[in-house]
């Protein structure tokens, strides 16, 4: 299977802890974007890598997450001191320069209890 | 403002029918992109079309098309001959400003389509 997949598929979690989702995009695809989705709403804006730099991020992306993208391949987001409210599905998605598509992966389903 | 809205939050259409899943968009950017994905259960979106706002004829795939109304600031997606795998969430997004640049979509809130046998 060659589209982007992400790890893990769900995640439960205790509020204050520290989880790591990971992405890895489409191999030629030098784009990736992190999104959050909740309930009943479309996917949110949150970090956006060219290659390896972090080139936008939005402010719903607080202090306590944070992405990295290291030599431009997978990608890692972390939320640190989970809180309620990040309870929500992560999505990742890649894409090439000058090309408007984008390849979504499955996602990554938070629950913080 | 809303940048993308969706007014229908739940569709029902018969198998092989067509159906329109209304968007409207708001920006004052001359140059933007507007994209339709689905998204079925299993969670994952799929890109359906797009469409440039200086493209002059309207975008076609399969059977899939977009209704583009620059006047009116609507972009509808047609699908034609609807099937069982219709069935799921579809969102209507935006990209402001040059192609260019990031590609940051906007997405309005989802139309959740049923196909009935």
């Known amino acids: 299977d060659t589209g982007v997949s992400q790890d893990p598929r769900h995640k439960i979690t205790k509020r204050g802890q520290n989880v790591t989702f990971r992405c890895d995009p489409i191999?030629?695809?030098?784009?990736l974007y992190w999104y959050r989705q909740t309930l009943g709403q479309g996917p949110e804006f949150l970090t956006y890598?060219?290659?390896?730099?972090?080139?936008?991020k939005s402010r719903l992306l607080s202090d306590r997450f944070s992405a990295e993208r290291p030599k431009g391949s997978f990608s890692t987001l972390e939320i640190q001191r989970t809180e309620q409210g990040d309870s929500a599905m992560y999505l990742c998605?890649?894409?090439?320069?000058?090309?408007?598509?984008?390849?979504f992966g499955p996602g990554t389903r938070l629950t913080v209890t | 403002a809303q940048k993308i809205t969706q007014t229908q939050p739940g569709m029902f259409v018969q198998e092989k029918e067509a159906v329109t899943l209304d968007c409207t968009y708001d920006?004052?950017?001359?140059?933007?992109?507007l994209f339709w994905y689905k998204q079925p259960s299993s969670g994952e979106m799929i890109f359906l079309i797009y469409?440039?706002?200086?493209?002059?004829q309207n975008a076609t795939e399969g059977r899939y098309s977009l209704n583009f109304q620059k006047a009116r600031k609507s972009a509808n997606l047609v699908i034609s001959a609807s099937q069982l795998g219709d069935s799921a969430m579809y969102f209507c997004?935006?990209?402001?400003?040059?192609?260019?640049?990031?590609?940051?979509?906007?997405f309005g809130r989802g139309t959740s389509l049923i196909v009935h046998p």
């Open positions: 998605a890649s894409g090439l320069d000058r090309v408007e598509e984008q390849y």
């Open positions: 890598f060219q290659n390896e730099a972090q080139l936008e």
């Open positions: 920006t004052s950017d001359p140059s933007y992109g």
């Open positions: 191999s030629e695809h030098n784009r």
């Open positions: 997004a935006m990209r402001e400003g040059y192609g260019g640049g990031s590609y940051i979509p906007t």
């Open positions: 469409q440039g706002s200086y493209d002059q």
